[in-house]
């Protein structure tokens, strides 16, 4: 098992900022990435990035390039989202995710390969 914890959402203007913090706890060793969802109500979960505990590579949603920025601190079993710019479409509950061995990297854009899940961190963006 894999737990994960989010924390670092809240209320925040357009045009302003957050970092949000994932930890990783437990059997880490079972995780080779940790990716960011998000989900607005009435909408699918949606992935918005990932990383790779070993190479540090990234990945984006088209949506957020260039917006947002993850990265993380190996040492802390931590990873980080900064998101800049923010705009009231960006207003979801924001879930990190462990995405197990065996798949590759190339599809850790799919939500249903991720084995563990945090409880989510709410994020709310006003004009």
């Known amino acids: 098992q894999v737990q994960l914890v989010e924390s670092g959402g809240g209320l925040v203007q357009a045009g302003g900022s957050l970092r949000l913090s994932c930890k990783a706890s437990?059997?880490?060793?079972?995780?080779?990435?940790v990716g960011w969802f998000r989900q607005a109500p009435g909408k699918e979960r949606e992935f918005v990035a990932a990383?790779?505990?070993?190479?540090?590579?990234?990945y984006y949603a088209d949506s957020v390039k260039g917006q947002f920025t993850i990265s993380r601190d190996n040492a802390k079993n931590t990873v980080y989202l900064q998101m800049n710019s923010l705009k009231p479409e960006d207003t979801a509950v924001y879930y990190c995710?462990?995405?197990?061995?065996?798949?590759?990297?190339?599809?850790?854009?799919?939500?249903?390969?991720?084995?563990?899940w945090g409880q989510g961190t709410q994020v709310t963006v006003s004009s």
């Open positions: 995710a462990s995405y197990p061995p065996g798949y590759g990297l190339a599809y850790l854009r799919q939500r249903s390969n991720y084995n563990y």
């Open positions: 437990g059997r880490t060793f079972s995780s080779v990435a």
């Open positions: 990383i790779s505990w070993s190479s540090g590579n990234t």
